[in-house]
Nanobody, 126 residues
Framework: QLQLVESGGGLVQPGGSLRLSCAAS????????IAWFRQAPGKEREGVSC????????DYANSVKGRFTISRDNAKNTVLLQMNSLKPEDTAVYYC???????????????????WGQGTQVTVSS
């Protein structure tokens, strides 16, 4: 059974760091593009970052460029999101998602993903 599980969220002060992990069971993440999305209260879900399956190319939302880094650990079948210099506006539930297509391309378009984790809460506050 396919399952994505996010972890690593929590409460952090502005300027702090967190590392989110997306672990998979029932599939090999390396065959799919994986993306991180987030949803803040009262707002639509938005793409944060993605990584392709083939060449490891990545993309980031403008709001997180230079602060967030996405990477794969294929040995552990996980995708990581390192978040530095966190801001209060980064507060949201963060979800990882698997591309619809095998060997999918990195895109922040939500409709290109069809398997989602349950989310992990990130709160940035002093």
């Amino acid at each position: 059974q396919l399952q994505l599980v996010e972890s690593g969220g929590g409460l952090v002060q502005p300027g702090g760091s967190l590392r989110l992990s997306c672990a998979a069971s029932g599939l090999t993440l390396g065959y799919y593009a994986i993306a991180w999305f987030r949803q803040a209260p009262g707002k639509e879900r938005e793409g944060v970052s993605c990584i392709s399956s083939s060449d490891g190319s990545t993309d980031y939302a403008n709001s997180v460029k230079g602060r967030f880094t996405i990477s794969r650990d294929n040995a552990k079948n996980t995708v990581l999101l390192q978040m530095n210099s966190l801001k209060p506006e980064d507060t949201a539930v963060y979800y990882c998602a698997q591309s619809r297509s095998v060997f999918g391309l990195c895109t922040l378009t939500i409709r290109e993903y069809d398997s989602w984790g349950q989310g992990t809460q990130v709160t940035v506050s002093s």
